[in-house]
């Protein structure tokens, strides 16, 4: 026995990358439903070996459907997602609307699994931010063994972070540099994002953080350890898919390099790659597709008593966002509703 399941935001990016993962991880689907606004309705989708029809998610009744996966902005979410737990329907959202309540639980399966039992206070779960879900899944094992004090991060993040739109900028404005006549102004970015970087990801706030910096700190936090203190500078280069990062963590315990790398060879979702030598680490390109999160250049920071750098990369299109709403999934079957 399954679940009956409803993806919201089908036809967008995450939404369709959360069709092809519950698809790939064969989740326990007895009954699919795909939801879109009015302007995508009758949009033909991608399950598997399956053509899905999507539905009107204005008139969609949630009542007697077990989980409803969240790929849309924060204002259809604060719209429908309520409509949908009131109906006893869990909601998993990927959107930033609900993740600093304090009722609802923010959630990345290989770093805080014990808080899916919180889901009841609201029948909502929250997915963190992409470049946090990726960055946690590394911390977390660290953080158990030497428990991290301060973690100083700098992020290398991709255009699908802010959708279709952005992709298409950074591939018609590198078209534009060859061929004269067919620049292409910023739109989707305040200033040109090919062949360039912009350290400006969401809005400016009175600290002089980004919003995406600000989500970084709050969220490392509420998801491991209140008393970790997190800085952190977030830049969007000209990537396709594929967020990368640069960590460097303090620790109240020495952590020598060789152990750390042990450890993260042996934790949950995490794969090494990490030789001194040409091309023994990995980059955003070769992680595209992949589940895991990817850790290379580990190594001793001298300059502080307990100190180490690592390099982070990950698909930000699936631990950044759909994988982790599925493995949410997951883990509320597994643990709360077993049904499949």
């Not at 990345?108 to 931010?129: G, L, M, R, T, W």
């Not at 590198?174 to 970015?189: A, I, N, R």
């Not at 750390?260 to 040409?278: F, Q």
Request: contains cysteine; aromatic residues 8%; hydrophobic residues 40%.
């Amino acid at each position: 026995m399954g679940y009956r399941v409803a993806v919201v935001g089908a036809t967008g990016n995450v939404g369709r990358e959360m069709l092809n993962i519950l698809a790939e991880r064969q989740f326990p689907v007895d009954e699919l439903a795909v939801l879109a606004s009015r302007r995508s309705l009758g949009t033909e989708v991608s399950f598997g070996d399956k053509t899905l029809t999507t539905q009107d998610l204005d008139t969609f009744d949630f009542t007697g459907w077990d989980m409803a996966l969240f790929a849309v902005g924060s204002e259809a979410t604060k719209t429908y997602a309520p409509k949908a737990a009131a109906a006893g329907c869990v909601v998993i959202d990927n959107s930033s609307l609900y993740r600093y309540d304090p009722d609802i639980p923010l959630i990345v399966p290989e770093v805080n699994p014990q808080a899916v039992h919180d889901y009841k206070n609201k029948n909502i779960i929250a997915n963190p931010n992409c470049s946090t879900a990726q960055m946690v899944v590394a911390l977390k094992p660290l953080h158990d063994r030497a428990k991290i004090k301060r973690v100083v991060v700098s992020t290398y993040q991709s255009v699908s972070g802010s959708g279709k739109d952005a992709i298409d900028e950074l591939w018609n404005q590198t078209k534009g540099m060859y061929v004269p006549g067919q620049e292409v102004e910023p739109s989707v970015y305040p200033k040109q994002i090919a062949f360039n970087v912009i350290p400006h990801i969401d809005v400016f706030m009175d600290s002089g953080d980004t919003k995406e910096e600000w989500k970084m700190i709050v969220e490392t936090k509420k998801i491991i350890d209140p008393s970790i203190k997190v800085t952190a500078t977030c830049v969007r280069v000209p990537v396709f898919v594929g967020h990368s990062e640069s960590v460097n963590i303090e620790t109240e315990d020495f952590l020598d390099e060789d152990e750390a790398r042990d450890i993260l060879r042996e934790a949950p979702g995490i794969l090494v790659v990490d030789k001194r030598e040409n091309g023994g680490y990995v980059t955003p390109v070769e992680c595209v597709g992949d589940y895991a999160t990817f850790i290379s250049r580990i190594r001793q920071d001298v300059t502080v008593e307990n100190g180490l750098n690592l390099w982070c990369v990950s698909d930000n299109l699936r631990k950044g966002a759909a994988l982790n709403a599925v493995q949410i999934a997951e883990l509320l079957g597994r643990e709360v509703l077993k049904k499949g």
